[in-house]
């Protein structure tokens, strides 16, 4: 913990190094502990959407007709989430992933987001998602 913690930074500004600074929070790009700090952290999001589907709240979609169903995928430092085209999922999506961030200290970047609705899925459904 003390490689984090006792770190210092300094930016070249125009040329110039500034002084040293002690960041606030984060982890400094490249540190060889991000990925299984995201391993970790995806951990407990994925635990949150078991539970979710456990308990029949959260409705898994299948890939195929015939296919296993999926309600996510995590790798890297990206993660996909599935679930039914429907408002009340829509909804636990968000209070799942609300409540993942209020947890994790995490934050979604909206501008980095997307929805991404199957070709059957109705148009007023989608507007009311979105």
Known sequence: MSAISSSSMQILWNGVP???????RGIRQGCLLSPYLFVLCMEWLGHFIRTEI???????????RIGPSG?????????VIFCKAQL??????D???????????????????????????????RNQIN
Do not use: M
């Not at 799942?96 to 209020?102: A, D, G, H, I, V």
């Open 18 to 24: 500034t002084q040293k600074f002690k960041p606030k």
């Open 54 to 64: 456990e308990t029949k709240n959260w409705a898994p979609i299948r890939l195929s």
């Open 71 to 79: 309600s996510y995928l995590f790798f890297a430092n990206d993660l």
């Open 88 to 93: 009340d999922q829509a909804r636990l999506l």
């Open 95 to 125: 209070n799942t992933l609300t409540q993942f961030c209020e947890i994790s200290g995490h934050k979604i970047s909206v501008r980095k987001s997307n929805i991404f609705f199957s070709k059957n899925t109705e148009a007023d459904v």
